[in-house]
């Protein structure tokens, strides 16, 4: 069985070449696998290997850019869902073109077991800020589905489609958390009063909620070569 842990982190990053190097040295011709991006704001993977090997990465992320196993969603796989290992520098981690955002500002994070009663509250407007291909082999009920070609299509949702004046209570769902730091300090900045999201994206909801509970529907896309996932690839989400 197979580890695989995604996980994201923003954070001013002074040299991320040098973590690259860092990251090199330590896992070439290891069992590790996957992509891992470095940007000047922070960085962004998904890898996976041996328990061990997983281990050792976030042990070193832990120590150079503080990130925290409560930050990383695990999930299992029979086998590498990755071909190549790869760690990458970029301009950003997740790109959101059109809009200047401070993603050191983000909404409130809501924690998986308490996502449900926002589901369930009639004043809440719950956004699915994935792409339509995405959203359409999954969601939470009730979600409105932008209907979004590519993520940097948020911003002009926003604006053409959405009142601050209106929509007053707002909570934001993706997969793994990372694009909702961006999507929900730009709300932020358009002066909607309450942004909320749900910390840890879907995957850290299936791991973290029993399935009897759960609110999910479908099955979450995710970039690799298992292409989805659902509760039963989290454990029985306690």
Same mark, same amino acid.
């Given at each position: 069985?197979?580890? !695989?842990? @995604?996980?994201?982190?923003?954070?001013? $990053? =002074? &040299? /991320?070449?040098? *973590?690259?190097?860092?990251? %090199?040295?330590?896992?070439?011709?290891?069992?590790?696998?996957?992509?891992?991006?470095?940007?000047?704001?922070?960085?962004?993977?998904?890898?996976?290997?041996?328990?061990?090997?997983?281990?050792?990465?976030?042990?070193?992320?832990?120590?150079?850019?503080?990130?925290?196993?409560?930050?990383?969603?695990?999930?299992?796989?029979?086998?590498?869902?990755?071909?190549?290992?790869?760690?990458?520098?970029?301009?950003?981690?997740?790109?959101?073109?059109?809009?200047?955002?401070?993603?050191?500002?983000?909404?409130?994070? !809501?924690? @998986?077991?308490?996502?449900?009663?926002? $589901? =369930? &509250? /009639?004043?809440? *407007?719950?956004?699915?800020? %994935?792409?339509?291909?995405?959203?359409?082999?999954?969601?939470?009920?009730?979600?409105?589905?932008?209907?979004?070609?590519?993520?940097?299509?948020?911003?002009?949702?926003?604006?053409?489609?959405?009142?601050?004046?209106?929509?007053?209570?707002?909570?934001?769902?993706?997969?793994?958390?990372?694009?909702?730091?961006?999507?929900?300090?730009?709300?932020?900045?358009?002066?909607?009063?309450?942004?909320?999201?749900?910390?840890?994206?879907?995957?850290?909801?299936?791991?973290?909620?029993?399935?009897?509970?759960?609110?999910?529907?479908?099955?979450?896309?995710?970039?690799?070569?298992?292409?989805?996932?659902?509760?039963?690839?989290?454990?029985?989400?306690?």
């Amino acid at each position: 069985m197979v580890t !695989v842990a @995604a996980y994201y982190r923003f954070l001013p $990053l =002074a &040299d /991320p070449a040098g *973590l690259r190097e860092e990251l %090199r040295e330590a896992f070439v011709g290891s069992d590790l696998l996957g992509t891992t991006l470095i940007a000047p704001e922070g960085v962004n993977g998904t890898m996976a290997g041996s328990a061990e090997t997983i281990e050792r990465l976030l042990s070193l992320l832990g120590e150079r850019v503080g990130l925290e196993r409560g930050e990383v969603k695990f999930s299992t796989a029979e086998a590498l869902p990755f071909r190549r290992l790869k760690f990458k520098l970029k301009r950003e981690i997740i790109t959101f073109r059109g809009a200047e955002v401070d993603p050191a500002r983000p909404g409130k994070y !809501v924690e @998986a077991k308490e996502w449900n009663a926002l $589901l =369930a &509250d /009639p004043e809440v *407007l719950v956004l699915d800020t %994935r792409n339509t291909y995405e959203s359409e082999i999954g969601s939470f009920a009730g979600a409105v589905k932008p209907q979004l070609e590519t993520f940097s299509d948020f911003a002009s949702y926003v604006k053409e489609q959405l009142d601050p004046e209106k929509h007053r209570r707002v909570a934001m769902f993706c997969t793994g958390g990372i694009r909702c730091e961006k999507a929900s300090a730009y709300m932020l900045q358009q002066g909607f009063p309450e942004v909320f999201h749900l910390k840890g994206g879907i995957l850290k909801y299936l791991e973290e909620v029993p399935v009897e509970t759960s609110r999910w529907d479908g099955e979450c896309y995710i970039f690799d070569e298992r292409v989805s996932v659902g509760h039963e690839d989290f454990g029985d989400g306690e």
